[in-house]
């Protein structure tokens, strides 16, 4: 079983800047498509970013697009998400999830197999 555990979220204001970690255990991590998902307050689960195995392809939500980037580092079993220029609807918890079957991006929470417990974001305005 792959463990996967996020971190570095917490309470900013508008405008910040904040990085989020997804840190994997029990499996070989290299392998797996990691992607990020947020669920805020009353609202489905969305599909913020992914990374492939790689991290030579990534994608993102429109939502996040040009503010948010991903990356990974394989040999330390971690996932990054920094997250710039914050808004107030971005505040979620969020989630890392991954698969080790997919080499492209999946937006749909139901294409993950493995999930973390997530981290709450807060971004006050």
């Known amino acids: 079983q792959l463990q996967l555990v996020e971190s570095g979220g917490g309470l900013v204001q508008a405008g910040d800047s904040l990085r989020l970690s997804c840190a994997a255990s029990g499996r070989t991590f290299s392998n797996y498509y990691v992607a990020w998902f947020r669920r805020a307050p009353g609202k489905e689960r969305e599909f913020v970013a992914g990374?492939?195995?790689?991290?030579?392809?990534?994608y993102f939500g429109d939502s996040v697009k040009g503010r948010f980037t991903i990356s990974r580092v394989n040999a330390k079993n971690t996932v990054y998400l920094l997250m710039n220029s914050l808004k107030p609807e971005d505040t979620a918890i969020y989630y890392c999830a991954a698969n080790p079957s997919l080499y492209t991006a999946r937006l749909q929470s139901r294409d993950y197999d493995y999930w973390g417990q997530g981290t709450q974001v807060t971004v006050s305005s």
């Open positions: 990374i492939n195995w790689s991290g030579s392809s990534t």
